[in-house]
């Protein structure tokens, strides 16, 4: 179901000018760029690297998280 609200992102035939608004688009979002990288690295890890042990580190680091949410 997509939203015919939303505008589409602006496509760029020249693969010069996409790498400038990727380049503009990183420099305006950094922040959101370091948390989208992270949150990649954290999935990956879990899916593909974890042990039993690091799993079962991370749920309590995970339950100890969701308290502060609660408030």
């Keep these: 179901m ?11 035939s020249d693969p010069d000018l996409q790498l400038k608004a990727n380049k503009r688009w990183i420099e305006k979002n950094k922040e959101h ?11 990956g890890f879990i899916r593909t690297l974890a042990k039993k042990e690091d799993l079962e580190e991370l749920q309590e680091l995970i339950k100890e998280n969701l308290i502060k949410f609660e408030k």
């Excluded at 948390?35 to 999935?43: I, Q, T, V």
């Design 2 to 12: 997509e939203d015919k609200n939303k505008t589409k992102r602006k496509g760029y």
């Design 33 to 43: 760029k370091n948390y989208l990288s992270r949150r990649s690295n954290a999935r």
